[in-house]
Every structure is written in structure tokens, then in C-alpha cells.
């Protein structure tokens, strides 16, 4: 950090220059070819907006700052130039910068009471916030760039930004206390001032000029307790048996390991890379009390289990003929399944949670951009064709206390969704799939679930896409951004619970285009044939992308000393593991290493040859010749000792409900002493943040990019019911389609996690059959979000979330092996626990299951809007009382037993008859009866169309439930039963309807009726004569979607750095 | 998908300009090529690098995307590197009668290279794009008034009301001081306005997603041959695009391509024709 000084200016606004030479720099060391270190000048540039516009960052900043009443507010766009140019070429710069029509800038400073609006008063308060020290600043390079192409020459040193707030009529606590609302230090720091300024400013200048060094870690003289020690105070996140065995191992090779094989180590062995819990052998006690042993752990048995037998079936049915449907499983980044003859489809879902817990935006855009990259880093590569996205919060009007350390889940929220709209929109990728869930346990660790569908072509360049073709000799180049200490840990840091001491370094920021270059370098290297292999740079830095394309050849060995550093100073270790964003690392053949480079230049897209892969069966790095790792790759990737662990199936205590409270909800009693209680249930539902709409969110979202949506995140007569499934073309001029849909369902694993696990590959399932997927090419994928479940003094009930975990894996493959959907990719996060000042909170677990489907002509694709009066509405799937862990459960308070239970077998073969029913043109719109059941699926039809729904229960659906275990209407309405869709049909269509699905429990409702007096849609719903229901589209919307999108002021960026096209 | 049949479509040349964070170009291209126009998608640095680039080529297209990320400003970096090294090259495809789409991004950028409102040789920014009135981005479809007595080429022959997705957060027009609006309203330089439901343009979120003055959604110059709007008529190529599609059908009103398609037809049309 470097303080400068400006001078105040007055009448004219220009500044002192201030230029000092940099200190001695001792990086990179002698032997290398050092750069030049020139005369480096600071120039701070102002900009505002033009006096009589409307400042809409200052607009916005004001509502944000809610509570406070300053009597004006302008902002200001700063950018300090610390680059080797002249006081003149400053000012060209500023020219460039400047919008002449829409802004005022200075070299310096504006006046601080410049634009001041009317009714400001007195000296204002100028609050600059900017980036810390060593934070990517993208804006910075694009700034750099600017100038580079307004002087005509390249430019050496870097821009910072930041933003002023000029704030009038604020107390000096009001004023600090806006300080604190706009920024996060963990990546910001803000400066505070009181108008006139003092003549000074800083320029966050990161790195140290010192000597790289490798330490050796003294691990053979260690006892246990130093060992832990190491692993604790280093962030490895290793355990006792683990340190020993890297004991072992380097007693055997007679010396000590180096900082950087430790670290290596801990980022290979991480949970977050080997997925230890679902490898280990477990020795499970079912529910019965039944003891027996998963040897083969988890994964093995349930989930390559589900698939291998899912494909072992698809072989004997003969179903794929020559072209088996799944091209590449559990290998690579992200599953490959067949689409047509000229595409795969690829598909990954990522959880990125630590780091959105500490820093909201930046973890969840680096959440999206990541598992952007991990599609491109599939085979040799692939297009990004749609994103997905899901979060679980805290309960947003959460106003109780918070333990020291977290974010309010409202704040946390906004973040989220900031970081994954920039790090999407940027990227040029639509979304077709978001959901939120609230409960308050979520507030110790959000869940942020993203993913990206991507289309590989089958043959690039003449070679198969769908496998690397590296070979020992390629040349390993690291592509994209450059390396800092930004997200160093992250892979360990994912591996452990948050606490108060949990690593500011372990937050990456995302800078989506320098991302967005690296892509279209790639298609175009990809289509030349210029690289052999490529994996994406996330989760431990180049030890995890080199380490693991090591294996493809039996070695590598590269030169850190070569990786070019964002800022001087960085350890060798640091260089290794660092998780700096937008870097992949490529195996590039020797005779295309030129091309290659050369296409690199041409993009501005930064490529630098680190080493080569070897058949050595070692991973070497050294620093300019000296050594740093040297490891086994047997042991790097085999080593880790296999711990046996143990699960016993103790659910604590959970007493249900009083019959008395029960029946007071749900009971025949309460439709008469409270005449519409279904009705203000209802209503009272859809407003609740599990079911409301949060559209106002979701169109931050790019839906339409690439123009090859179909049916669309939202729908209906006015685009503002969320749709059942999404379809998309997949490639221009096509008719093929991608069908997208999701399940997920935490509150049924309360009761059984087996249940939970059915019931969300049975709506994940549903809701694809339901937009028009073919039954025979769906795929899932599974991600696991789990509370730790290793018992130990800190996690006393980790035996019983050990269980929740493979009852969950059980009730996954059952259900995948009945449907016959493979499970080709997936992920786990296993420590999503937060332990501050003294209280610990525990996710739920849960589970989402992603259905990626297809369809051969997106022209017969289905949504939920029903279409014409007269036509015929029905249910199909039996209704039971199922309202354990319902949404009307949560919302009268009570504790139901009775989580829907699946009867997979019934599911299946009802499915199977509703696809060829629909195949054969009968079915005219469907949707889901999930979360809220009956009534809240109805009460998205009613809005979608726009027309009346006339039904009555006595039509059939109190029909069909057995008379020994009667129904009352509350319960017929929300329960949650799995396996259930609602369709309409044309009249003329409900025989054949009938006589097809009849056999699998479908069941009239009534009748698509005109819209109400006022042109709009209505729902009545009726047992008999008795009305249930009776309420207009109009209602049910206002209930249904947040002031926030009929008009009020949308909601706000917490920092200008957010404010994105 | 049918083709779109222009007579002499195929003696049309189209250059799509891609990379630096463009993303609309397979829709663009995919667009052009329904309508039967030869065209070139290349990387802008290609295309700077290449004194002769823009030779041969009747229609430049300037995507939509977020060039260099719109740091700084929407457009900002990437109409100055324009500027800087391929400006006259512009001027001079103009000149000789080319004509130029921007579309979003690309609106951005040459409104800001100062291509559009193009009164006057040269090269002068004398209107601005800046952020929505409601900050931040928006996706939704708008519908657009479209003013038959403009010289725009490209939006001559299409129905007065169309609908088109907007996703943009800087899509707010601004104008220098002094009477230019009135001069772009009295010469019909204003071939789209965010309408409401009666067709009317309007200021009123959502039907105007930006707050843009008089609905204003696009710009051209007094030749009709440069052309810039913010919606995107290459994300409506297909009839499927259209959020009511299904309903469409179902009242058999489903047309037979996307509208947004006739948009760029137009401009193909001009050059086929003439």
C-alpha cells in the first residue's frame, strides 16, 4: 500500500503528480529473466455524472441506506492509475474514460461539492470503498486496457477503482455506519472522510519484493500432537491417521517433507477432492437394528452402483442399439451423454457454499464461473450452453440474533444472487433452472448450488471429443488469469466447518471475462486440434489440475518459478495451490506449442508453458531449478488410508403434533367453523418464501441469450409462474431439445432420508416427463449437501447423520434403477456446520437430484398454462396423507408424521403410459403436484392461463382414496404425495386419456371454464356443494408475487463494483 | 426450420464481429444465414489486424454481449479500441453506402463510437446509453411501436407492433444539451419506442424496461442505414422463442418465423434490393 498526495482542488481541477520509483524488488530471483521494473506514475482519475442526470447508483445506494436521510447523495466512479504514462497521457485517458455526454471527470479530484443537489447542505462526507490490497480488480484491467488502446502502446502497472459516495447532512455515526452497510472488508476497505479532503490517497499495491523460499517440515521427529498442530495451524485439514501416513511415507524416503508436498497433499487428500466419507467402508445399523458392512463405501456401491446397473439394463433391453447412451461417467469434470449424431450433452452441478458464507458475492459468482469451467475442461472441451441454479438461505426475515460472524440471510441472499447474475450474464449464458428454500438452519452455511449444461460436439478436429488424448511429452501451459493468494485453502477450507478464524484468502472473486476469453480461445484452439487434454484450475490450484492429468500420462513436471504472478511475493506452495479464478491447464503436443501460444496472443488471452507431462510416475515441481515437490503419484492419489466409519440410524425424539392441534387444521370441523380456511390456507402458502415468486430475482438472470430458449423459466399469460421444466434447442437450426428439472426436498429428509431421496428423483423425473422429455434419454445428477457426519466430541449425533447419509444413498439408487436414470456426475459437501460464539448450526441434509432430458422436436414441448375453456382437467397418481415435512406442516406449526413414501415400481410404469399418452398428442398442458400439493399446483394453472378452473372433489378424487383411510379436504389438497401430475386434455381426447391412464390412477377434476368478469383466471375448487376454494387469479397473484415486481423500487446492488449491463 | 426467401440474399455479405465478452453470435449468424445472406462471423482483433477487413462486406454487425465486461460503461473500451484503430475504416463502409446493426452491446458501443445518431461526418458521441432508472439488470420481453415513416431500413416492412426480449441495464437514453432530441424526433430517427399495451410508446416500467425518454428503444442515422436498438431481434428467430408460442398455436396465430428474424431481413432485403 502506497500513501500519495493530490492536491484539493478548488477552481481547477488538477492535481500535484506524484510519482515515486518502487522499492528494490527481489522477485522473480536472478536466475530468470527479470522484467524491467519502469518509472511507475499514480494518477487518480474522478468521474461523476453529468449535474441535471440522474445518478441511479446514488438512487439506489439512498434506498439501500434505509433508516438514514441524507439530504443528498452523488457517487463517483475512481480509478488509480499506477502505470508508466505522463501527466498529459493521464488526461487523454481521462477523455476516453469519460462519457461526454453523460459524465464530468478530473485528473485529481472534482470538487467535493460538485453536482451537490438542491437541498444539500453543508460539508459533505466522501466515502470511498474500494478493493484490499491483492483482490482481482477487473475493472482495474479493463481500465489498463483502455488506456493501452487511447496511447497506442502497451502499458506496465496496474489500475485500482473504487467508488466515492458524497453524502450530505449526515452525523458523523450515520455516516460511519453507511461505511459499514456498502462495504465487506474481507475484500474492501473504505475510507471515511469529512469534506474539505485531506490531500492524500492510497494505492493498493499488493505483493512483497522477497525471496521465494521452501521450507521443510520437520514431520519425522513429530508426535501426535505436533502433527495435528501442523495440520490445524496450516489449514490442511488432515487428520491424525492421514499425518501419520504422511509420516510414514516420508520416513520410508528418509527426509522430511516441503512445505508445498504438505500442502500438495492436503489439497489431493482433501474431502472436497477425494471424498473420503463416500469412499470409506461403513459399518451401517439400519433402522430394524440390522448391523452390516458397506465395504465397497457409498459411492461404489450406491452411486456408480445406481448407473452401472442402470446401464447394465439399458444393454440387455437392447435400447441403445450400437450408441450406448452414457459416453463418459465419474472420470472427468462433468458426465457426457448422447444427444444426437452431432452432440453430447454435458453436465455438471456445483455446490460452492464456505465461500459464499464469507463473501456472498464473490463466492457464488466464483460458484457459477467455476463450474462453468469444469464443462469446458470435459474431454476436450465443451460449449456452455444454459446455467442452473439453486440456493438454501436462512429464513429472510430472520430478526432474531445472529451468532457472531454471519451474515443476515437477507444479506447473504442478495449476494448470491448478485455474484451468480454477474458471473452468468457476463459469461453470455442464460439460466433456465433457480430455486430458493429458507429454513432457519441454513443460516450457518447458505447452500449455493450452481451448474452448466454444455454441448460437445462428437468429433473435434477429427478426434473424438469426449477423451483426452494426452501424452507424456505434452507440453503443460496454464491458460487465463493469473496466480495471487486468492483462494488459497479453498479445497481444504470446504473441508471443515466455519469458524471464526476461517481464511479471508480462501474467498476468490470471479472476473467473468477474462473467463468469457479463455472460452472462446478454447472453441477455437479446440476446433484447430491445438491441445491433446485440459481440466479446469478450481479446487487446489495447479496441484489438483497437474496432479490429476498427471495420472493420463504416469507423470509431470513443471517450473513454478514460470507462472505468471498477479503481484510479487508468493511463496512456491503459494503458487501451487493457489485457486486464483479462470485458469485451466492444457497438455499441448510439442508440435503445436507455437500455434497455439501464437492464438493465445491474438485473443489477449495469457497461455504459459509450465513443464511437461512425463510416464515418470512422479509429480515434480521446482522453482527455478530447485526442488519443491516430488512425489509419488501413487501415493498422492492412492495414499490416502481408507478409515472405516461408523453409522447407526438414532433419530432424536420428534413428537408429532396433538391430535387436537392436528385436527384443528386439517380437520372436517375447522371448513365449518371457519368457512374458506382451505382458501386463507392457500393464500396464506403462497405467500411464504418457500412458494413465493421471486421473479423480481430471477430476471436478473439472462433467460434468452443465445435465442434458443422454448419453454421458459416462466410462463403463462403473463410469464410469471415458474414452469414445471425448461426446455431449450440445443444448437441453431435444430429442432432437438434439452429438458431441465430438478427435485429437491430437505424437510421429508427431517423424517427419512430414503424418502427424501425418492421423492426427489421422482418430481426431478416428473417434471422433465411433464415439459415433453423423452422416458428412455433422462439423466441425473445427484449433489449432496450433508452436516458432518463423522462422529466425534464435536459432532455427538454424527452416527445417526452418517446413517441419514446411506439410507439417502439407498433410497437414490432405488430410485434411479426404476426409473432407469443414470446418475452421471455429482458432488458432495459433507461439513456444512457453522461453530460460532458457542452455538452450532447444522444444515438439514439434503439432496438435489438435476434430470437433464431430451427431446427430438422442441415444437412438442408442454407447459403448465392450461389452454382453452371447456377442455377437461385431471389428476394422475394417487393422493395419500402425506403431509410430514409438507409446506402446510411449516406453516400451521405443526409436527406431522408421514413424509411421502414412493411406490417406485407404480411411478414408473404410470410414467411410462403418461409419456406415450402425451406422445400421442392427448395431453394439452402439465404440471407437478409437489411442495404445497394440490392447491398450489392448481393455483399456478389458474394463474398461468388466465382462465377459470371449475372443480369439484367429488368428481373423483375423494373416489379413489380408500375408504379405510379417509381424506379430509385439507388433507387431499396439501398433501405432498410423490408421483402425481395434473393435465388437461381436450374433451374429445379424455376417452382415449382414460382408457390409457385410467389403470394408473388417473382421476377427473373438472373443467377449464372462461375467464372471470374481471378477464382474468379463478379457481373454485368444491366438494360437492360445499366451495373449498373460490378466489381470482388476481388474489392468488397478489399474494403470489412480492410488491417488488409490480413496482416499487427493484432491489439493490450492495457495491457500484456490482452494477453490471 | 424454413428459410426466409429474400431474392439476391445470396449476393449479400455479412460480418458478425465476435470475442472480447460478444455473445451473441450464433444467433446472429444463425439469423443471417435463415435469411439466405453469406455470412462471416471474425474476431474483432482479426478484423483490426486486417487493413481490409470490412471489404466486401455490405452489413457489419455489432452483437450483443458485455464487451470487456462493460467495466467503466456499457461499450466504453471496446468503442474506443474502435475508435482508435478501425474508425475511418467504419466511416468509410458507411460512406460507401454500407450499413451497420448494432444490437444491445452493439448499440452501446456505437452510440458511443459516435456512428449513431451520425447528423454529421464524422465521428461525434451526442448521445449516451446510461443505467435504468430501476438499477441493474432486466430480462423480460417488451413490445415495440415501430414508426413506419422512418428511414430505417431495416424495420420498413414490419408490423407496427412487435415484440422483441430486452435484457440490459444501461439501455436509458440521454442526449446532449440542446435541441437534438427534437431533431432525431422530427427526421424519424427513432424507429423503436417501448410501447404499452394499446401499441402507444411509453416511460412506465415495466413496458419500458430503462426509463428511456419517449420509449426511445433505437436510433439510426438520416440514411436509415445505421442501426441500433437495445431489444434483440436475433433472440426471436424461431416462433418457439415467443413466450406464448404454445397459445399462439393453440389460436392458430403461431407465425411461421420468429419477427425478430424480419428485423435483420430488412436490413437484407435493403442490400439485396438495391
Keep these: ?73 452523488r457517487t463517483r466512479k475512481v480509478y488509480l492509475l499506477d502505470l508508466d504514462i505522463g501527466p498529459d497521457e493521464a488526461e487523454r485517458v481521462l477523455a476516453a474514460l469519460t462519457d461526454p455526454v453523460a459524465e464530468v471527470g478530473a485528473v485529481g479530484a472534482l470538487p467535493d461539492q460538485f453536482g451537490a443537489p438542491a437541498g444539500a447542505a453543508g460539508e459533505p462526507w466522501l466515502l470511498t470503498i474500494g478493493f484490499r490490497p491483492g483482490v482481482t480488480d477487473s475493472v482495474g484491467t479493463s481500465v489498463k486496457r483502455a488506456a493501452e488502446d487511447c496511447l497506442g502502446r502497451s502499458l506496465r502497472g496496474q489500475v485500482y477503482t473504487a467508488t466515492t459516495y458524497v453524502l450530505w447532512g449526515l452525523e458523523a455515526a450515520e455516516a460511519e455506519r453507511a461505511a459499514r452497510e456498502l462495504h465487506n472488508p474481507l475484500i474492501e476497505r473504505a475510507a471515511l472522510e469529512r469534506s474539505p479532503r485531506p490531500a492524500e490517497f492510497t494505492v493498493p499495491r499488493a505483493g512483497a519484493g522477497h525471496d521465494a523460499t521452501v521450507a521443510v517440515v520437520a514431520l519425522r521427529a513429530a508426535d501426535d500432537a505436533a502433527l495435528m498442530r501442523i495440520s490445524t495451524q496450516g489449514l490442511l485439514a488432515l487428520t ?272 467473468p471475462i477474462t473467463q468469457k476469453m479463455v472460452a472462446d480461445f478454447l472453441a477455437e484452439a479446440r476446433a484447430l486440434g491445438l491441445y491433446s487434454g485440459l481440466t479446469d484450475n478450481g479446487a487446489g490450484g495447479l496441484s489438483s489440475s497437474v496432479g490429476e492429468m498427471a495420472q493420463l500420462t504416469g507423470g509431470a513436471d513443471i517450473d513454478l518459478a514460470l507462472a505468471p504472478l498477479k503481484y510479487p511475493g508468493l511463496m512456491p506452495w503459494e503458487v501451487l495451490i493457489s485457486e486464483a479464478q479462470e485458469r485451466m491447464t492444457l497438455a499441448v503436443p510439442k508440435d503445436k506449442l507455437d500455434a497455439l501460444l501464437e492464438l493465445a496472443r491474438r485473443r489477449e488471452v495469457e497461455a504459459t508453458p509450465l513443464g511437461e507431462f512425463t510416464s515418470t510416475g512422479r509429480l515434480r515441481a521446482t522453482w527455478a ?101 425448461t426446455v431449450m434447442r440445443a444448437r441453431h437450426l435444430r429442432p432437438e431439445g434439452v429438458v431441465l428439472a430438478e427435485g429437491v426436498h430437505p424437510h421429508y429428509g427431517d423424517l427419512d432420508t430414503d424418502a427424501m431421496a425418492r421423492a426427489c428423483v421422482d418430481e426431478a423425473v416428473r417434471r422433465a416427463l411433464c415439459a415433453g422429455a423423452r422416458i428412455d434419454r433422462l439423466a441425473a445428477l445427484d449433489n449432496f449437501c450433508w452436516p458432518d457426519p463423522v462422529q466425534s466430541d464435536k459432532t455427538p449425533d454424527g452416527e445417526h447423520k452418517l446413517a441419514q447419509l446411506v439410507r439417502c444413498c439407498e433410497g437414490l439408487r432405488a430410485a434411479c434403477e426404476a426409473f432407469g436414470v443414470p446418475l452421471i456426475s455429482g458432488k458432495d459437501s459433507m461439513k456444512n456446520d457453522a461453530h460460532l460464539g458457542g452455538v452450532k448450526i447444522s444444515i438439514p441434509p439434503t439432496l438435489l437430484v438435476s434430470v ?210 | 426450420m424454413n428459410a426466409l426467401k429474400i431474392d439476391g440474399a445470396a449476393d449479400v455479405r455479412a460480418l458478425v464481429l465476435t470475442g472480447y465478452g460478444l455473445n451473441c453470435e450464433a444467433e446472429t449468424c444463425a439469423a443471417l444465414q435463415t435469411v439466405g445472406a453469406r455470412v462471416t462471423a471474425r474476431h474483432v482483433a482479426d478484423a483490426i489486424a486486417d487493413a481490409d477487413a470490412l471489404a466486401g462486406f455490405q452489413l457489419v454487425v455489432f452483437i450483443g454481449g458485455f464487451s470487456f465486461g462493460d467495466h467503466i460503461a456499457s461499450g466504453r473500451v471496446f468503442a474506443n479500441r474502435l475508435r482508435f484503430k478501425m474508425g475511418e475504416r467504419l466511416l468509410r463502409h458507411v460512406g460507401d453506402g454500407g450499413l451497420v446493426l448494432g444490437i444491445c452491446n452493439g448499440f452501446q458501443t456505437i452510440v458511443k463510437l459516435g456512428l449513431l445518431p451520425g447528423l454529421e461526418p464524422g465521428l461525434a458521441q451526442r448521445v449516451s446509453l446510461v443505467m435504468n432508472d430501476r438499477l441493474g439488470y432486466w430480462d423480460a420481453w417488451v413490445r415495440l411501436a415501430v414508426d413506419r415513416a422512418s428511414p430505417c431500413v431495416f424495420t420498413r416492412a414490419l408490423p407496427p407492433v412487435i415484440e422483441l426480449p430486452s435484457r440490459h441495464g444501461e439501455g436509458k437514453l440521454v442526449f446532449e444539451e440542446g435541441p437534438l432530441r427534437q431533431v432525431l424526433e422530427d427526421r424519424h430517427l427513432i424507429p423503436v419506442r417501448y410501447a404499452d399495451e394499446a401499441g402507444a410508446a411509453t416511460e412506465r416500467w415495466p413496458d419500458n424496461p430503462d426509463g428511456s425518454p419517449g420509449g426511445i428503444a433505437g436510433l439510426c442515422d438520416p440514411s436509415g442505414r445505421v442501426f441500433g436498438l437495445m431489444p434483440h431481434p436475433e433472440a426471436y428467430l424461431y416462433p418457439e422463442n415467443h413466450p406464448r408460442w404454445i397459445a399462439q398455436r393453440e389460436a392458430g396465430t403461431l407465425p411461421e418465423h420468429g419477427l425478430g428474424l424480419h428485423l435483420l431481413a430488412g436490413g437484407v432485403r435493403a442490400i439485396a434490393g438495391g
Design chain 1, 1 to 73: 500500500m502506497r500513501k500519495l498526495r493530490f492536491s484539493q482542488p478548488g477552481a481547477r481541477l488538477t492535481a500535484e503528480w506524484s510519482c515515486a520509483k518502487q522499492g528494490p524488488v527481489a522477485f522473480p530471483p536472478a536466475e530468470h529473466p527479470r522484467e524491467k521494473v519502469p518509472e511507475l506514475c499514480t494518477y487518480r482519475l474522478e468521474i461523476a455524472v453529468r449535474p441535471g442526470l440522474g445518478d441511479a447508483l446514488a438512487t439506489a445506494t439512498g434506498a439501500q441506506l434505509a433508516g438514514m436521510r441524507p439530504t443528498g447523495l
Design chain 1, 240 to 511: 491424525l491417521t492421514e499425518m501419520r501416513a504422511i509420516q510414514r511415507h516420508f520416513a520410508d524416503l528418509g527426509r522430511d517433507p516441503t512445505d508445498a508436498e504438505l500442502e500438495c497433499l492436503a489439497q489431493t487428500w482433501s474431502e472436497h477432492c477425494k471424498h473420503k466419507i463416500f469412499a470409506a467402508p461403513i459399518e451401517y445399523t439400519d433402522p430394524a437394528g440390522a448391523t452390516r458392512t458397506v465395504e465397497r463405501g457409498l459411492f461404489r456401491t450406491y452411486i456408480r452402483g445406481a448407473t452401472e446397473a442402470v446401464a447394465a439394463a439399458r444393454v440387455a433391453d437392447g435400447r441403445d442399439g450400437a450408441a450406448p447412451f452414457l459416453v463418459s461417467v465419474f472420470h472427468d469434470n462433468a458426465g457426457v451423454v448422447r444427444f444426437s449424431d452431432d452432440d453430447h450433452l454435458v453436465y455438471k452441478v456445483e455446490t460452492h457454499n464456505s465461500p459464499s458464507a464469507l463473501d456472498p458475492y464473490g463466492g457464488a459468482m466464483t460458484g457459477i464461473v467455476g463450474v462453468n469451467r469444469d464443462s469446458l475442461g470435459t474431454g476436450l472441451g465443451a460449449d456452455l450452453l444454459t446455467n442452473v441454479w439453486g440456493y438454501c438461505f436462512g429464513e429472510p426475515d430472520f430478526d432474531g440474533q445472529l451468532p457472531p460472524g454471519l451474515m443476515h440471510p437477507r444479506r447473504i441472499r442478495d449476494g448470491v444472487h448478485r455474484g451468480v447474475i454477474d458471473g452468468g450474464n457476463q459469461s453470455g449464458i442464460p439460466y433456465s433452472r433457480g430455486f430458493e428454500l429458507f429454513d432457519a438452519r441454513y443460516a450457518g452455511k447458505p447452500l449455493v448450488y450452481c451448474g452448466t449444461v454444455a454441448v460437445m460436439p462428437v468429433r473435434s478436429a477429427g478426434r473424438p471429443t469426449a477423451d483426452k488424448v494426452v501424452r507424456a511429452g505434452d507440453v503443460v501451459v496454464m491458460l487465463g488469469g493469473r496466480i495471487g493468494k486468492d483462494g488459497i485453502h479453498g479445497a481444504t477450507f470446504s473441508s471443515v466447518e466455519l469458524d471464526e478464524s476461517s481464511p479471508v484468502q480462501a474467498v476468490q472473486i470471479g472476473d
Design chain 1, 625 to 725: 531449478g530447485k526442488p519443491v515437490v516430488d512425489l509419488e503419484l501413487e501415493f498422492l492419489h492412492e495414499g490416502t488410508p481408507r478409515v472405516p466409519l461408523r453409522a447407526r440410524w438414532s433419530p432424536p425424539a420428534r413428537p408429532d403434533s396433538p391430535a387436537a392441534a392436528v385436527a384443528a387444521v386439517l380437520g372436517e370441523a375447522r371448513l365449518t367453523s371457519e368457512p374458506g380456511a382451505i382458501e386463507h390456507d392457500l393464500l396464506d402458502m403462497l405467500a411464504r418464501p418457500n412458494m413465493t415468486s421471486n421473479e423480481h430475482l430471477a430476471r436478473r438472470y439472462d433467460h434468452e441469450v443465445k435465442g434458443l430458449s422454448v419453454v421458459k423459466p416462466w410462463v403463462g399469460a403473463r410469464q410469471d409462474v415458474p414452469s414445471t421444466a
Design chain 1, 852 to 1061: 437433464i432430458g431430451q427431446m427430438p422436436d422442441v415444437r412438442r414441448a408442454l407447459d403448465l398454462t392450461p389452454i382453452a375453456a371447456g377442455d377437461l382437467v385431471f389428476v394422475l397418481g394417487p393422493t395419500g396423507r402425506h403431509l410430514g415435512g409438507s409446506e402446510l406442516a411449516r406453516l400451521r406449526g405443526l409436527v406431522l408424521p408421514g413424509a411421502p413414501t414412493t411406490d417406485l415400481g407404480a411411478a414408473a410404469a404410470r410414467y411410462a403410459a403418461f409419456a406415450a399418452a402425451r406422445d400421442a398428442g392427448l395431453v394439452r398442458s402439465a404440471h407437478v403436484a409437489g411442495r404445497g400439493g394440490l392447491a398450489v399446483a392448481l393455483a399456478h394453472m389458474t394463474m398461468a392461463g388466465e382462465l377459470g378452473l371449475d372443480l369439484d372433489l367429488d368428481d373423483g378424487l375423494l373416489r379413489q382414496v380408500p375408504e379405510d383411510m379417509p381424506l379430509t379436504p385439507a388433507e387431499l389438497l396439501f398433501s405432498e404425495s410423490t408421483g402425481r401430475i395434473v393435465l388437461t386434455c381436450r374433451p374429445a381426447a379424455a376417452g382415449a386419456l382414460t382408457g390409457r391412464l385410467g389403470p394408473h390412477g388417473l382421476v377427473a377434476l373438472g373443467r377449464v371454464a372462461e375467464p372471470g368478469a374481471d378477464g382474468g383466471g379463478w379457481l373454485r375448487v368444491r366438494r360437492g356443494a360445499q366451495a373449498l376454494i373460490e378466489v381470482t387469479g388476481a388474489r392468488l397473484r397478489e399474494r403470489f408475487r412480492p410488491a417488488a415486481v409490480h413496482g416499487p423500487p427493484a432491489p439493490l446492488p450492495a457495491r457500484a463494483q456490482e452494477v453490471r449491463r
